[in-house]
Protein backbone atom coordinates (compact mmCIF):
# COMPACT_ATOMS: atom_id res chain seq x y z
CA UNK A 1 0.00 0.00 0.00
CA UNK A 2 1.36 3.57 -0.88
CA UNK A 3 1.61 6.10 1.96
CA UNK A 4 -0.81 8.52 0.06
CA UNK A 5 -3.46 5.66 -0.09
CA UNK A 6 -2.92 4.64 3.84
CA UNK A 7 -3.21 8.41 4.45
CA UNK A 8 -6.44 8.45 2.56
CA UNK A 9 -8.03 5.15 3.96
CA UNK A 10 -7.11 6.88 7.79
CA UNK A 11 -8.52 9.82 7.07
CA UNK A 12 -11.77 8.58 5.39
CA UNK A 13 -12.23 6.34 8.18
CA UNK A 14 -11.82 9.05 11.08
CA UNK A 15 -14.20 11.64 8.89
CA UNK A 16 -17.08 8.86 8.90
CA UNK A 17 -17.07 8.70 12.27
CA UNK A 18 -19.28 7.85 14.33
CA UNK A 19 -20.42 5.54 12.12
CA UNK A 20 -18.11 2.98 9.97
CA UNK A 21 -16.30 3.68 6.68
CA UNK A 22 -16.23 1.07 3.90
CA UNK A 23 -14.93 0.93 0.73
CA UNK A 24 -12.85 -0.36 -2.36
CA UNK A 25 -8.89 -0.94 -2.30
CA UNK A 26 -7.43 -0.20 -5.94
CA UNK A 27 -4.33 -0.25 -7.69
CA UNK A 28 -3.21 0.73 -11.10
CA UNK A 29 -0.54 -1.25 -11.44
CA UNK A 30 -0.25 -5.46 -12.08
CA UNK A 31 2.28 -5.90 -9.02
CA UNK A 32 -1.39 -4.96 -7.12
CA UNK A 33 0.11 -1.95 -4.94
CA UNK A 34 -3.07 -0.20 -3.15
CA UNK A 35 -2.61 2.88 -4.34
CA UNK A 36 -6.26 3.80 -4.47
CA UNK A 37 -8.92 4.04 -1.63
CA UNK A 38 -12.56 4.05 -2.99
CA UNK A 39 -15.22 5.60 -0.30
CA UNK A 40 -18.51 3.80 -0.67
CA UNK A 41 -21.21 5.37 1.33
CA UNK A 42 -22.44 3.09 4.12
CA UNK A 43 -25.94 2.46 3.45
CA UNK A 44 -26.47 0.33 6.81
CA UNK A 45 -29.50 1.22 9.17
CA UNK A 46 -26.96 0.89 12.09
CA UNK A 47 -23.90 2.46 10.58
CA UNK A 48 -22.09 2.85 14.33
CA UNK A 49 -22.15 -0.61 14.59
CA UNK A 50 -22.41 -2.27 10.99
CA UNK A 51 -21.64 -1.46 7.21
CA UNK A 52 -22.87 -2.04 3.97
CA UNK A 53 -22.07 -0.90 0.58
CA UNK A 54 -24.65 1.64 -1.23
CA UNK A 55 -25.38 -0.41 -3.81
CA UNK A 56 -25.40 2.43 -6.17
CA UNK A 57 -22.06 3.70 -4.99
CA UNK A 58 -20.78 0.13 -5.56
CA UNK A 59 -21.70 -0.12 -8.90
CA UNK A 60 -20.39 2.95 -10.11
CA UNK A 61 -16.86 2.55 -8.32
CA UNK A 62 -16.77 -0.57 -9.39
CA UNK A 63 -17.20 0.25 -13.49
CA UNK A 64 -15.14 3.52 -12.56
CA UNK A 65 -12.38 1.00 -11.67
CA UNK A 66 -12.61 -0.93 -15.06
CA UNK A 67 -13.09 1.73 -17.28
CA UNK A 68 -9.45 3.15 -15.69
CA UNK A 69 -7.88 -0.13 -15.84
CA UNK A 70 -7.78 -0.34 -11.95
CA UNK A 71 -7.71 -3.52 -10.43
CA UNK A 72 -10.07 -4.47 -7.33
CA UNK A 73 -7.56 -5.47 -4.85
CA UNK A 74 -9.63 -5.78 -1.70
CA UNK A 75 -12.37 -4.20 0.60
CA UNK A 76 -11.79 -2.21 3.88
CA UNK A 77 -13.95 -0.50 6.55
CA UNK A 78 -13.48 0.50 9.94
CA UNK A 79 -14.02 -0.28 13.68
CA UNK A 80 -15.00 3.38 15.30
CA UNK A 81 -14.38 2.31 18.76
CA UNK A 82 -13.21 -1.19 18.52
CA UNK A 83 -9.78 -2.77 17.53
CA UNK A 84 -8.81 -3.67 13.62
CA UNK A 85 -10.02 -7.67 14.56
CA UNK A 86 -12.94 -9.02 12.64
CA UNK A 87 -16.10 -9.81 14.40
CA UNK A 88 -18.45 -12.38 13.59
CA UNK A 89 -20.15 -9.65 11.47
CA UNK A 90 -17.32 -9.19 9.25
CA UNK A 91 -16.88 -13.31 8.60
CA UNK A 92 -20.64 -13.92 8.30
CA UNK A 93 -20.67 -10.77 5.42
CA UNK A 94 -17.72 -12.49 3.56
CA UNK A 95 -18.53 -13.65 0.13
CA UNK A 96 -17.56 -17.28 -0.39
CA UNK A 97 -14.30 -17.94 -1.98
CA UNK A 98 -13.22 -14.22 -1.79
CA UNK A 99 -9.43 -14.58 -1.56
CA UNK A 100 -9.04 -11.14 -1.63
CA UNK A 101 -7.31 -7.89 0.70
CA UNK A 102 -9.34 -7.45 3.66
CA UNK A 103 -8.71 -4.24 5.64
CA UNK A 104 -9.64 -3.01 9.11
CA UNK A 105 -9.35 0.33 10.35
CA UNK A 106 -9.26 0.83 14.02
CA UNK A 107 -10.39 4.71 13.91
CA UNK A 108 -9.39 6.14 17.13
CA UNK A 109 -8.49 9.53 16.57
CA UNK A 110 -5.59 9.73 18.76
CA UNK A 111 -3.84 6.45 17.13
CA UNK A 112 -5.66 4.85 13.87
CA UNK A 113 -4.08 1.55 13.40
CA UNK A 114 -5.38 -0.32 9.88
CA UNK A 115 -4.54 -4.14 9.82
CA UNK A 116 -4.77 -6.15 6.21
CA UNK A 117 -6.05 -9.75 5.79
CA UNK A 118 -6.42 -11.86 3.30
CA UNK A 119 -9.45 -14.13 3.42
CA UNK A 120 -8.93 -18.10 2.55
CA UNK A 121 -11.28 -21.03 3.04
CA UNK A 122 -13.82 -18.67 4.68
CA UNK A 123 -11.19 -17.56 7.49
CA UNK A 124 -9.75 -13.80 7.30
CA UNK A 125 -5.58 -14.56 8.11
CA UNK A 126 -3.74 -11.45 9.58
CA UNK A 127 -1.04 -10.21 6.89
CA UNK A 128 0.87 -8.28 9.44
CA UNK A 129 1.38 -4.66 9.18
CA UNK A 130 0.01 -2.92 6.24
CA UNK A 131 3.30 -2.39 4.64
CA UNK A 132 4.41 1.31 2.86
CA UNK A 133 6.07 0.14 -0.23
CA UNK A 134 5.78 3.81 -2.32
CA UNK A 135 4.30 7.18 -2.79
Known sequence: MTSDALRQLIAHSL?????????LLLSRD???TIDCIVPIRNSSPSPERRFSFDPRDWIKAFYDAQK?????????????SGAPLPSAT????LPQGYGGIYC???A??????????????????????????RG
Open 68 to 80: NQQHLVGFFHSHP
Open 104 to 106: IVS
Open 108 to 133: APDAPLVKAYREHDGELHPLGRVCIL
Open 15 to 23: EALPAEACG
Open 30 to 32: DDL
Open 90 to 93: DYAG
